[in-house]
DNA sequence: CCCGAAATTCAAAGCGCTTTGAACAACACA
DNA sequence: TGTGTTGTTCAAAGCGCTTTGAATTTCGGG
């Protein structure tokens, strides 16, 4: 038997007030007295009014709702760095009183599927994932005026809308010096798909990094794509069986990155000692220790950190403030990621053991 | 510059025909001439004329939109296992023309949010996630009469709903007894929360597959937590410190299943032939492998397999099916887990070890 | 005690769609 | 020519809320 509910008519019906004068004292309006404010406020508890979202959003506009257009082929759904990211942002929406709401679609459709959004508001806003090199999507939102707010950056220098990014560029710059600072030439990079914008940039954070300490780049050294364990699995066990193999390897995500501790062990090699591994750590939270102990610890794995369902987090702040501002300027946010120094990296071992004979 | 858009009105003006007839022929309705629905379905396109969601919704009551209710202290959100079951439900909804709503919400919010939604329609129905052993919104959600289906079940014999499930309990007998016929006699369980129902029940079959084949149940090699890397970690150094390590281990998800590889690893102990691992698979996407010679080989890990991105993607089509024909009636649906053999299982060492000495 | 300003309250229109009940046209039949 | 039928179209009401512009009440001061 489904539950009785009271409409905005039948409430103000038992108040011997009009619509108006419980509307406006529902929603705080200032023209109603505090005696009668008090009255609405109390009769709504009772019955347990609560507005009908679409007869509220056909009259203000309004959703409360923020929309996260997901395309099919790229299955950023069963991602996990895409899902912390959500996990981030629906807690902030939660704290905001806002829903979220996702659309997958087929990659042709994403423009219509924009549009759609913007007409008489399905959302009051989208979350733009994944920008790419040469990213579309950027023009067209601004083109319809749907707020929206990017995580990460497009490729062009026109960066006059909000996003929220790391410096992916300056992290891999740090991390291939870092490496090289070891006395590692040989450095490979595991990274991601490179039309991806980030990964994109990573590798030119990689190759500056290269170049300022006088290394010359392997192209054989350097794989890109979507980041997954066996990816980093592939990778260790194809870098491993070169002639001259890397000394250190960079990886773009804790995923492809357990990938190569799971085929160094394989191979009974040892993480540091034998090959140095640094990721990029997203701090993915399934694989955090729930146990504080654990965090005290000196962390296994050496790592650029930047935690991206606080991204998610902001993200979700920072449009939710656009959308209830209703102001046009744009915010831009760089994070700067973390170096931290766990046991997987360690001085390259040919150099110690030509430095050792040397010193004999 | 937002973008012009046509509304029903408007729209029939044009074609100077009524509001009534321009509706009936976009939404197929019979009492239309074929010439004027052609002549409308013309001009709609032309115009490019969507209608308002929230004026279909108002006059309807219906929203195509499918809620999925999170509390907050879960963080199912961040759990892989979760947004693999979502990335599939979400596909399903895609088709189907539906959208995903999320609403992270505080543990004590969670009965009004559904009474919210049930409310002139916030959404057309919901999934339940993760039932409880003994699970409250079960019957709250009948008594409201909102449409949902459960993934799993409830605790009680009541199964007079709809619910997708997996047979947990025959999955870990079967793994259970297949340890054993190993010649495994000490059998550890590293299971996942137990106020879950599919963790107390498969609690039900490890036990019951003990008792089949005559093995006392030992509490200190059983242990109930988050299903996450690092408490397969702790738990797998933990059992092997006991004076009476367990020769086998069982997992209920991967992820801490992969944490006992690290563990062995770092212990010099090899999976299979030094401890047997046994692990509930729910397929996870982001650790499977692209490469499909990978697929090919004999899988690492000795696994109960079933995918829970299909079971997302099955249970969007159950509810969608129940809310669109209305029916009362309830499915059910129970599927089986394979049993796939790989390589982390192997005859028992003690067993063998005794074996050969008898022979000698 | 009356007047104008300020403080409250209200009736009604509108948001964009669906749907009811009636009107109208077309047609066959007597 | 009139009547009943069928096929098409329409005007208007309604979904539940917000908001405009007008009406009503309250109150301090002349």
Not at 224 to 253: H, K, N
Not at 260 to 277: I, Q, T
Not at 318 to 323: P, S
Request: proline share 5%.
């Amino acid at each position: 038997m489904p539950e009785k509910f009271v409409n905005l008519k039948q409430l103000s019906e038992c108040l011997g007030l009009s619509q108006t004068t419980v509307s406006r004292a529902l929603n705080g309006f200032p023209e109603v007295s505090e005696k009668t404010r008090q009255r609405v406020l109390a009769a709504a508890a009772e019955f347990n009014y609560r507005p009908s979202p679409s007869a509220t959003s056909l009259a203000t506009g309004r959703t409360r709702v923020i929309g996260h257009v997901v395309p099919l082929s790229f299955h950023r759904m069963i991602n996990p760095h895409f899902s912390d990211f959500m996990g981030g942002a629906s807690e902030a929406y939660a704290r905001a009183g806002y829903d979220m709401l996702i659309r997958v679609v087929r990659e042709e459709e994403e423009e219509s599927v924009y549009r759609d959004f913007a007409r008489r508001n399905r959302v009051d806003g989208v979350v733009v994932h994944g920008p790419l090199v040469d990213e579309p999507r950027i023009p067209l939102l601004k083109s319809i005026g749907l707020p929206f707010v990017v995580h990460g950056r497009g490729g062009g220098e026109a960066l006059d809308y909000s996003w929220l990014d790391v410096n992916s560029r300056g992290a891999f710059l740090r991390a291939t010096e870092f490496l090289a600072d070891l006395g590692h030439r040989r450095i490979a990079l595991v990274n991601g798909l490179e039309t991806m914008n980030f990964a994109h940039r990573r590798r030119q954070g990689y190759e500056t990094g290269l170049a300022a300490r006088g290394i010359d780049l392997d192209p054989a050294l350097i794989t890109s794509e979507d980041m997954v364990e066996p990816y980093g699995y592939r990778a260790t066990l194809q870098f491993l069986a070169l002639p001259q193999p890397p000394t250190a390897i960079l990886f773009s995500s804790v995923l492809p990155a357990m990938g190569a501790v799971r085929a160094l062990s394989e191979m009974g090699l040892r993480p540091g000692s034998d090959v140095s591994l640094l990721t990029f750590d997203d701090r993915l939270s399934f694989l955090q220790s729930g146990a504080a102990s654990q965090s005290a610890d000196i962390p296994f794995l050496t790592a650029m950190r930047s935690s991206i369902w606080q991204a998610g987090q902001r993200v979700a702040e920072m449009l939710i403030h656009q959308i209830e501002s209703k102001s046009e300027d744009t915010v831009q946010e760089l994070w700067e990621a973390e170096l931290v120094v766990g046991r997987s990296t360690a001085p390259c071992k040919e150099l110690s053991r030509s430095l050792a004979k040397e010193v004999s």
